[in-house]
């Protein structure tokens, strides 16, 4: 099926993001595992908990959309998951991972900015402002994670990896 209006690539690009955040929700925990540093334990752990609440935001604007949600394969979150996992295998050093999956989380954290950033313009275009209010919640978390990652691996991380 085609789509060819606004309102069907709005629901298209809030699947991608709810399979992008689904795919995080199981990721989280394997990179908080690998961490080392009890700060970015942490921020992995914190993280988590807000991409379940990110999860249930996206559901709840399906449902006032009248949509199932359902994810359609995010292949560029999948892709930078792996990377991940990648990092994951082949860094021994615990604190040169640490900063590895700094990295790899911040590739992530920048793909949803802009997803979220993206459809948030069209919820605006669209007149929902339901869908606009829980989005602008979603997008100010993963800027606010952002910012904490890269404080953590400046001031930290990327000092004992050095």
Known sequence: MQAESLKQLFYDQLKDLYDAE????????KMEQAASDPQLK???RKHLMETQQQVTRLEQIFEAGGQTATGKTCKATQGLI???EESIQIYSDPAVLDAALIADAQRVEHYEIAGYGTVMAYAKLLGDQNALDLLQQTLQEEKATDASLSTLAESLVNVKAA
């Open 42 to 44: 942490a921020a992995f």
């Open 22 to 29: 689904k795919r995080i929700t199981s990721a989280l925990p």
């Open 82 to 84: 792996a990377e991940t």
